[in-house]
């Protein structure tokens, strides 16, 4: 038995976990919330008998040491000592005698460091560290030192687990004797060849750790060659900033990169001002976009300027001279306008500008970024921008003569939106409504309504009876963003939905032997065409990246036309804002997304309460004051429970009863401001017509019922909780 077998057979799985998170018994294994990702719901699960864990929502599953090396970020075989520590396992050397090699350099290495760091108030070293605008705070933060032998500044190389691996040289005088240059790394350091086990320059982002907490708060991820212009970066702000260590990124670092980048990350090359560095921003741009087309790249090109040498300035110069972040920022642009600036600085002639020009444009698909170069290469060629515009063959407006058509073309138009509407238009499963949104032809999918109701309306009601009629009725998937409710609340109200029973008889029937027979119909209608996402909140960015995942990897048999969010409020702001300046901006992206995506988003919206109670009526007023969200929706609904109403007596809550009032406030194509009169069975969630004379039974029957009672107190009981009680 090694190492590993021998410590994972000590060790309980369940216990390990429960470091990190709380958790239950569950059958045969334990749930809790997953101590990996952030969720609201329980998906993580451990299994002793296996000595396993599994969580479902970020994929991620192992045994107690992979656990460990997560959560601690440290290797296997640091995880395995740490577990080997706890229960005082010896462990030998001869299942890993190269790792110890590796760990027993490492700590050399991290003592050097230390002892260097020591070392850095010496005269020599704080002139130079001030000369270069090095600030005492950055000598702290980055461990930097002294090397009295060599009179060189020692910078510490630290991998992404905050472990000391090597340093880089910066020599103060002359560099020793048969080395060329004033940087040595540890990979050219002849005196310490055991350290180039531990540090890969092709691998290695300088500054990573730091840089991988930072950018969880930081829109930008900035990418610069060398140590000290990073280091000066991080002194005015810019804390998710690495280095290369060289010009150009490798593949290694460039998949590192991405591993670091956050899904709303701009990241930002800082190439320095020499030819070889300009000349690193194609490279290093079509790398990136190679691993992943979607990734957002900017560049920040500092102003030309040079000291007396000739020698371009940096970005440590430009600190040192007052650059702060805000102005710093003033200089970041779109990559492919650096990419034109860089070539006409390089290349005199108009002919091969042009060409190259078209080639950077024609990989551009966003057309206002195409307007942007046209724009700029108009001010640089002092051209007129239609003639650019011709060049790049940029489009900025349709001909008007283009939109005229006749009343053949308009009656063929109309054909093809009968046609199809036929075939791809959606319907809620709300007959009333469905006969006259959009003219009674379906909602095409792009479009987004948005669904207003105040607090224990009915809104989650609402939208599950929309995902029925879509999975069972239209035969398409859906994604159910439920910002507001966990997976296990919401369950137990599709079942109910799908059964016809009330939530209580769910309950009852789901905790007998026959819970498997009950979910096997809620599986046969829902499995593969209901897809529930849960998370505190997301940006529209993240929302996109779910929904075009969830296209490519579970909506396989049907196609998914519909996304639903619970609720409005939850969406994040994006581009690293804290939060939107108005909703009407967030809707407008919203409405943007519906778009690119093709799918119908159906938006729930908590209207402000005003005093209210949900028995009024909802009014435009109240989406104003919800983001003025009717400017961009396509189709508005609002919702109220008239029997809400804190103060109606029997008589006047009796006709009211289970009346579920669902008015269009907006309508795209068709009637508006109409109020529709629905059903809503508390018990099964069910929102539907009223069936004809079932209105005058429930009165009839409840007025009988009402003579049974000694007290009004009891009547106004009865009607609003025991009736419907679940």
């Not at 990996?36 to 864990?53: A, D, G, L, T, Y």
């Not at 701009?266 to 990734?295: C, E, H």
């Not at 909506?555 to 996304?563: N, P, R």
């Not at 939850?570 to 992206?589: D, H, V």
Request: overall charge negative.
């Amino acid at each position: 038995m090694n190492d590993f077998e021998l410590v994972k057979d000590k060790v309980d799985i369940a216990e390990v976990a429960g470091r990190y998170t709380h958790l239950r018994k569950a059958g045969k294994e334990f749930v809790g919330l997953c101590p990996i990702h952030s969720e609201k719901s329980p998906s993580f699960r451990v299994n002793k008998q296996k000595q396993s864990f599994y969580c479902h929502g970020c994929g991620v599953g192992g045994d107690a040491i992979e656990l460990i090396r997560i959560k601690e970020n440290v290797d296997a075989y640091t995880a395995l000592e740490m577990l080997a520590a706890d229960k005082g396992i010896q462990l030998s050397r001869q299942d890993n005698e190269a790792y110890y090699r590796r760990k027993e350099a490492q700590q050399k290495q991290a003592a050097l460091v230390e002892k260097a760091n020591r070392h850095a108030a010496q005269k020599e070293a704080v002139d130079y560290l001030l000369e270069r605008g090095i600030t005492q705070e950055s000598v702290t933060r980055f461990k930097i030192g002294y090397g009295e032998k060599n009179h060189s500044i020692i910078i510490p190389l630290v991998d992404h687990r905050n472990m000391a691996i090597g340093y880089a040289e910066r020599f103060i005088k002359d560099p020793p004797a048969g080395f060329k240059g004033k940087y040595r790394l540890p990979s050219e350091n002849p005196d310490s060849p055991i350290y180039n086990e531990l540090f890969k320059k092709s691998q290695f982002l300088f500054n990573e750790s730091n840089a991988r907490l930072a950018v969880k708060k930081d829109q930008y991820l900035l990418i610069f060659e060398g140590q000290f212009d990073t280091i000066a970066a991080d002194q005015i702000g810019f804390h998710a900033s690495v280095a290369c260590m060289g010009s150009s990124l490798t593949l290694e670092q460039g998949r590192r990169i991405l591993k670091l980048a956050e899904d709303d990350t701009v990241i930002v090359l800082v190439p320095d001002k020499n030819a070889v560095g300009q000349a690193s921003v194609k490279q290093n741009t079509d790398m990136l976009r190679g691993l992943n087309q979607k990734l957002v790249i900017k560049a920040l090109m500092l102003p030309d300027r040079r000291h007396e040498s000739g020698k371009e300035w940096d970005m440590n110069d430009f600190v040192r001279e007052g650059l702060d972040r805000e102005t710093a920022l003033g200089y970041i642009q779109s990559v492919e306008v650096a990419l034109l600036d860089l070539m006409i600085a390089q290349t005199p002639d108009r002919q091969l500008q042009e060409e190259y020009a078209r080639e950077i444009a024609v990989a551009v698909e966003n057309p206002f970024t195409k307007q942007i170069i046209a724009n700029h290469l108009a001010e640089k060629w002092s051209a007129n921008v239609e003639v650019v515009d011709r060049l790049l063959q940029v489009k900025r407006e349709i001909s008007i003569f283009e939109n005229t058509k006749d009343i053949d073309a308009m009656y063929e138009s109309f054909m093809n939106k009968v046609f199809s509407a036929a075939s791809n238009n959606l319907t809620l499963g709300y007959p009333p409504l469905d006969r006259v949104i959009n003219a009674g032809m379906g909602i095409p999918t792009g479009w987004v309504l948005d669904f207003l109701a105040r607090s224990s309306v009915g809104k989650t009601a609402f939208a599950l009876n929309v995902i029925e009629n879509a999975a069972l009725n239209l035969n398409v998937g859906c994604t159910f963003f439920s910002f507001e409710q966990q997976d296990s609340d919401l369950y137990p109200k599709i079942a109910a939905i799908n059964h016809k029973i009330s939530q209580r008889q769910v309950l009852n029937e789901y905790s007998n032997f026959r819970h498997e027979e009950y979910h096997q119909k809620v599986q046969t209608g829902m499995k593969g065409k209901l897809l529930v996402y849960e998370a505190n909140r997301l940006t529209l960015e993240q929302m996109e990246d779910v929904i075009m995942t969830a296209d490519e990897r579970y909506f396989e048999a049907v196609e998914q036309k519909i996304v639903l969010v619970d609720y409005l409020g939850y969406i994040k702001a994006t581009g690293g804002k804290a939060k939107y300046e108005g909703m009407s901006e967030m809707t407008a992206e919203l409405k943007q997304l519906a778009k690119r995506t093709k799918k119908l988003f159906i938006v729930l919206v908590q209207t402000s309460r005003k005093g209210g109670d949900g028995s009024e009526p909802v009014s435009f007023d109240d989406a104003r004051d919800s983001g003025t969200i009717e400017e961009n929706a396509d189709i508005l609904l609002g919702a109220y429970r008239p029997e809400l109403k804190g103060d109606l007596a029997s008589r006047e809550l009796i006709p009211i009863l289970d009346d579920y009032m669902i008015q269009l406030l907006k309508n795209r194509n068709g009637p508006q401001q109409v109020t529709f009169r629905m059903k809503f069975d508390k018990p099964e969630q069910i929102i539907r017509e009223w069936r004809e004379g079932e209105k005058k039974e429930l009165e009839r029957a409840m007025h009988s019922k009402m003579q049974t009672f000694g007290s009004e107190e009891e009547r106004i009981i009865y009607l609003r909780e025991g009736r419907t009680a679940i």
